[in-house]
């Protein structure tokens, strides 16, 4: 079967009340909860995760080679900042979907800059917790394309 992962980054955790007007009212509990319907639908596995520390995405995207067949990364904050974690991504030669609840584009500046982007197979970002099962959607369709 299938399996994704779905990693999430700093201060993810405090989706729900963290800065609505630009994230949403919807908690990371429920994105989950919408992920895990949307696998069921389509019968593949996933796995939801979420850390606040650089290291620790890093050592699950290491993980993930060989246990999962492809990403979904919201890196947060570490999108603008982490070479260490555009490394990992070219490390495990897995496709990964980089991910954004905003727009990044539309916002401040230094928010432009993605190290993921350029390691990514492509960037969902601008449609709140709804760009999660279109990840998923986009994610799987790379997969069954290049099976
Ligand atoms: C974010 C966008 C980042 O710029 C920000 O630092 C986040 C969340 C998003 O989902 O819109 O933490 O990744």
């Given at each position: 079967?299938?399996?994704?992962?779905?990693?999430?980054?700093?201060?993810?955790?405090?989706?729900?009340?963290?800065?609505?007007?630009?994230?949403?009212?919807?908690?990371?509990a429920d994105i989950e909860a919408l992920c895990h319907q949307k696998a069921a639908a389509l019968e593949i596995g996933v796995a939801f995760s979420q850390s606040n520390s650089e290291g620790a995405l890093i050592d699950m995207l290491h993980?993930?080679?060989?246990?999962?067949?492809?990403?979904?990364?919201?890196?947060?904050?570490?999108?603008?900042?982490?070479?260490?974690?555009?490394?990992a991504i070219a490390s495990i030669e897995l496709p990964v979907v980089e991910?954004?609840?905003?727009?990044?584009?539309?916002?401040?500046?230094?928010?432009?800059?993605?190290?993921?982007?350029?390691?990514?197979?492509?960037?969902?970002?601008?449609?709140?917790a709804a760009g999660y099962p279109l990840a998923i959607d986009a994610l799987l369709g790379h997969l069954r394309a290049n099976a």
């Open positions: 079967m299938t399996s994704i992962l779905i990693l999430n980054g700093p201060n993810l955790n405090l989706l729900g009340t963290r800065q609505p007007q630009v994230y949403g009212h919807t908690t990371l993980a993930a080679r060989g246990s999962h067949d492809g990403v979904i990364l919201n890196a947060g904050a570490y999108t603008h900042s982490s070479i260490a974690l555009m490394d991910l954004h609840l905003s727009n990044i584009h539309a916002r401040e500046a230094f928010r432009h800059k993605s190290y993921i982007a350029p390691v990514a197979i492509g960037q969902i970002c601008g449609f709140g």
